[in-house]
């Protein structure tokens, strides 16, 4: 229970930090929102592919 509650301590305060950030800097937060976020998801997706699909090949003599 306690792990819970510090996780949800956490969300909040950054859920407060981020929306400041959003009121003082609204341009960079369109950025960082709407072409930063995508950007850095699509590159997760790409490196945890890898990091499965390597192996895999480098197993079957594929690579």
């Keep these: ?3 819970t509650k510090s996780m949800r301590k956490f969300e909040y305060e ?3 930090k981020a929306e400041r950030f959003l ?4 341009v960079l937060g369109f950025l960082s929102i ?3 976020m995508p950007i850095f998801v699509l590159a997760c997706v790409c490196i ?10 480098w ?3 594929w690579f």
């Design 59 to 61: 197993f079957f003599g």
């Design 48 to 57: 945890s592919t890898m990091v499965i699909a390597f192996p895999i090949a």
């Design 14 to 16: 950054f859920d407060v």
């Design 34 to 36: 709407f072409v930063g």
């Design 1 to 3: 229970m306690r792990i």
């Design 23 to 26: 009121w003082k800097h609204p």
